[in-house]
């Protein structure tokens, strides 16, 4: 059965900028009370919005944040770390840690302290990204983490059920986490990546918060992996 968001409370974690915001606003069109929750807390960006900060990195955060908001309908998860791409002998792998600890082990504890206040017909999204399938060389981190991620939402798809849990895995997008770039590079990087999708460029945030709305929406999808690639995984 598919359903209305009109009147539920979401909460975006991960959500001032990029895939987060947009996710925030489509929710907000479809009638959602929205809460944005990040270490950078931003105004509201809409009616119907309000900004709580967290720390993924700590179970004693999210604790507050989930008893601040009280009981809501959707958890979803956006959060990671900037990686840059770099071979196994060249990593850190105290830095790689970092990075697991925020998009792994960061929405395994959003999920852990949300479980009391979601509501027992809600549902969780997490992101992934395509490189946990589509593998290219130095780009190990990403890879694993993504992977892991899909794995554990069909885990606890089942795990949680009736709750629903999905994960949307992005392409190519267009967003601020390519801010380190110079104009120019970022232009390059992205003209050379879309013009190698069947699509013919890269994806905009507005283009993916439609997956996240979906799989809030339809009551009869869980355990799904919804690509949005532009047709980067053929």
């Known amino acids: 059965m ?18 987060g915001a947009a996710v925030a606003l489509a929710a907000i069109a479809r009638g959602a009370q929205v809460v944005l929750a990040g270490r950078r807390l931003m105004p509201g960006i809409d009616n119907g919005v309000r900004s709580e900060p967290v720390d993924v990195t700590d179970s004693a955060s999210l604790q507050r944040l989930f008893e601040t908001v009280g009981h809501f309908d959707h958890l979803v998860y956006t ?15 105290d830095e790689a840690q970092d990075n697991f600890n925020v998009k792994l082990w960061g929405a395994l504890r959003a999920i852990q302290q949300a479980l009391p206040f979601l509501h027992e017909h809600g ?5 992934s990204g395509q490189l946990g399938r589509k593998l290219a060389a130095g780009q190990f981190i990403k890879t694993v983490i993504n992977a892991a991620t899909e794995a554990l939402g069909k885990q606890l798809a089942k795990e949680l059920a009736p709750r629903r849990v ?3 895995s992005p392409g190519v997008i267009d967003t601020p986490a390519y801010a380190g770039l110079c104009e120019e590079q970022r232009l390059a990087m992205f003209a050379k990546a879309g013009g190698a999708l069947p699509v013919g460029r890269v994806g905009q945030a507005e283009e993916v918060a439609v997956g996240y709305v979906l799989a809030m929406e339809n009551g009869f999808m869980t355990g ?3 690509d949005i690639d532009g047709g980067g995984q053929l």
Do not use: F, M, Q
Not at 79 to 93: H, Q
């Open 224 to 226: 799904a992996v919804i």
């Open 79 to 93: 959060s990671g770390p900037s990686v840059r791409a770099k071979t196994l002998i060249e990593t850190d792998l």
């Open 123 to 127: 549902s969780i999204i997490l992101t």
């Open 2 to 19: 598919t359903s209305s968001l009109n009147g539920k409370t979401v909460i975006v974690i991960g959500g001032s900028s990029g895939i």
């Open 166 to 168: 999905n994960v949307i």
